[in-house]
């Protein structure tokens, strides 16, 4: 049973991403951009939270999918110990809206200035939103522990990679190859947590259309 799901994003590397780290867990499931029912539809992300983030995007592109489509949204963002957890919701516009990776870093790194690596602790959070045609909610909330470099490192990935090293690591998420960091982020924990409550339903749903299974 193959199941299509739409990715809430028009961003590129996110969607990437997802298809990569999904494709590890089964290869019955089929991610497509929103570019392919005309474009994510213009969203404010002005809520409190990542679930309510989420949940917004996922209800605006759910209006634009074919009857039978169900839809991923996600929202995540990096949130660091010594500043009470900034950037969080806000990471991808916390140097103002519009802001570029580049700008968001540099402030981050400005308000941690002087402080000692051991202080320095932060966490990758995504939760993702899974939307059924019928307007059934799933969440999964995923997690990756590590802290802040004093300076950036690396050419991949995207947004923070550059100044997050995750636990257990001497590099940034920017220096590891993408199939580690597939394996490891905070991404990754949250599909992986989508892909295991698929499987299950999968086995005990032989057809489905809310699912988009064709």
Not at 75 to 97: K, N, Q, W
Not at 121 to 144: K, M, N, Q, S, Y
Request: overall charge neutral; hydrophobic content about 40%; aromatic content about 6%.
């Amino acid at each position: 049973m193959s199941m299509r799901f739409f990715l809430a994003t028009g961003n590129r590397h996110k969607l990437e991403e997802v298809v990569a780290i999904l494709s590890t867990v089964s290869p019955e499931i089929r991610v497509e951009c929103a570019d392919a029912v005309g474009g994510m539809p213009p969203v404010e992300e002005g809520a409190a939270s990542f679930v309510d983030n989420a949940r917004l995007k996922a209800r605006a592109l759910a209006q634009r999918v074919p009857e039978g489509a169900a839809v991923i949204a996600d929202d995540s963002g990096l949130c660091v110990d010594f500043l009470d957890g900034e950037p969080g919701v806000c990471s991808s516009r916390y140097a103002g809206a519009g802001a570029s990776d580049e700008a968001n870093i540099c402030l981050l790194l400005e308000r941690l200035e002087g402080v000692p690596l051991e202080k320095r602790t932060a966490h990758f959070r995504c939760v993702i939103v899974l939307l059924e045609p019928g307007g059934r909610e799933r969440v999964f909330d995923g997690r990756c522990h590590g802290r802040i470099a004093a300076k950036p490192s690396g050419r991949g990935g995207f947004g923070y990679d550059p100044i997050f090293v995750p636990s257990d690591h001497d590099v940034s998420f920017a220096q590891l190859p993408a199939a580690r960091k597939n394996c490891i982020s905070h991404r990754a924990a949250a599909l992986r947590k989508l892909a295991e409550w698929l499987a299950i339903f999968g086995r005990s749903v032989s057809s489905d259309r809310d699912l988009g299974s064709h």
